[in-house]
């Protein structure tokens, strides 16, 4: 049995290894996405100390506004963490501290009972920082190359360990809905919590009202039995990664219409998904590469 686990872990590692090259493009990727579209934390120092409310945690001890100063710092070393990381100097260590810094302050906005669903993305750097994506087109490939090392190889376990975070994410978001009632047969749940926020006038989708005036019974509750599915069972398809991919690409339709009935974006995930996608994507890449270097040498023949 432990044998048979070691050999479903071991092929499941090696399918989600990702080329050096798509993790590369990530890399930087990711890195101009925080340097271009960073999230503002320094709305928080407007605040009054009677707004804080912190999560249990790491930051259950904050009692008080952060000053300014501390949230620039935090933007700063969050911007220079981000530039560090498109040149690729330093990869591994640079991707753990973004990390930790984007986690700060996301940690400080949840503090005002700010809450959002991007822990994921956030954790994108750690993962595919220990995956290898400072191996190629970085600093650090450089430096490698020049000393005569031998080029740095990626990794199919750190990426393996991610699918199980986000399977555990998910299956951690489905386990509230189902404890709520919403596998009750005789509960429309998704229809409720789509009218709670037109009645409060709360951010939605171009769909939502259209959306509320289907009047079908069986049609939410397929809603509510296939938002659990989308969300519970991705867990569970971690080790056949055909499955999981396959799952990954329902769940991004799930986040589509998510978005369009609530207004919910879910675009960074583009940069958490991606790396599944890795070995068809570069499948697509070496064909194309294929086509246009037997183009000329059929033209020769000619």
Known sequence: MITFLERTVARAAASY?????????????????????????????????????????????????????LLVAISVVRFVLAVLLVIGIATIPVSLFLTLTIMAAAGLSYSFSKVDHFILFELV????????WGSRWSLDAVIRRRRGRTPAVTRGVPILLFAFTIGWGMLSAAAPKIAGGWLDPTRDATRGYLAKDIAADDKLGALGPWMLTFDNHLFWKALDYATIAAEGLLFFFVLTPLLFRCWLALLSCFHIAVFLTLGISFIDYTLVYAVFFAPAVMWVVRRASIGRAVEPSQELRA
Not at 18 to 26: E, M, N, S
Not at 125 to 132: E, R, S, T
């Open 17 to 69: 290894q990702a080329d050096g090259r798509f993790l590369a493009a990530l890399r930087i990727a990711y890195g101009a996405w925080i340097i271009f579209l960073p999230v503002d934390i320094t709305w928080i120092a407007g605040l009054p100390d009677d707004f804080v409310n912190p999560r249990p945690g790491l930051f259950g001890f904050i009692h008080s506004v952060p000053p300014i100063e």
């Open 125 to 132: 750097p750690v993962f595919l920082g220990l995956a290898g």
